[in-house]
């Protein structure tokens, strides 16, 4: 179980849903409900380091460096999207490193109206068994999520998502997380997430994390973020960057 200290420093740093020339869908869970402009190139990537089990010197630890998410606007409402990383997963007994299965997929806005505060779109992913052998799952899957965001006149926002997993077999995994946000100034802000999944529609995973955005410039974002398992031993921390490559 997560512990109460664990607790208060995650509350106490979760004060990126904010309004800002870039939108990203990291560094947290929840995959935001806005496109990217049409024929506009967004770079998201960053690095990874979780560990899962009560021992470090005996836990699971995985490294993903890096992980980078393509998007590419493809009309006002729709965007294609690439997913790829490299892996280092290690164990007590092994240890490999290769690149990860590709996602390729869209997102889709629903609905998004200029004086409207609700946003919603539909994301669907596609898993091509097409990474090295050593970590490729072998087998097509998918991932899908359906997003919902609302804006205030504060600096306060709301986001969360619901999602279906498919890997290949079983029933499938479904997928939750609700992300409270807020902008500190007009360079940074903070946010606080828990999240988790139903694994074959059975044992429910709970995670909490938060982390801070840093805008550089109007399409440059930095980010770090830290999250922990609340019913089980898990913990990871990541810092990436992400970069809006405008048409013009």
């Known amino acids: 179980m997560i512990n109460s200290f664990r607790i208060i420093f995650l509350l106490c740093c979760s004060i990126t849903l904010a309004a800002q020339e870039i939108i990203t869908d990291r560094p947290d869970q929840t995959e935001s409900s806005s496109t990217i402009q049409k024929g506009n190139l967004q770079i998201e990537s960053g690095l990874l380091l979780e560990f899962l089990g009560e021992d470090i010197s005996c836990s699971e630890r995985n490294i993903l460096a890096p992980t980078t998410l393509i998007r590419y606007g493809l009309l006002d ?21 290769g690149i990860s299965d590709l996602e390729i997929g869209t997102k889709l806005q629903l609905l998004k109206k200029e004086k409207s505060l609700l946003e919603i779109a539909l994301l669907s992913h596609i898993i091509i068994p097409t990474g090295s052998k050593e970590v490729s799952s072998n087998t097509t899957g998918s991932i899908n999520k359906l997003c919902v965001s609302h804006r205030s006149n504060t600096n306060i926002s709301i986001a969360y998502n619901l999602g279906y997993n498919y890997f290949g077999s079983g029933k499938g995994d479904l997928t939750y997380s609700f992300v409270l946000g807020s902008r500190i100034n007009d360079k ?8 988790g999944e139903f694994i074959e529609f059975e044992d429910n995973v709970i995670n909490i994390n938060s982390g801070i ?16 398992g609340i019913n089980y031993t898990f913990n990871y921390t990541a810092i990436g960057f992400s970069w809006n490559i405008g048409k013009n």
Do not use: H, M, W
């Not at 940074?188 to 999240?195: F, K, N």
């Open 213 to 228: 955005t840093y805008l550089l410039k109007d399409n440059f974002q930095l980010d770090f973020s830290f999250g922990t």
């Open 77 to 97: 409402f729709a965007e294609l999207r690439i997913v790829s990383q490299i892996e280092s997963l290690k164990n007590k007994s092994t240890s490999v490193t």
């Open 188 to 195: 940074a802000s903070v946010y606080l997430e828990p999240y």
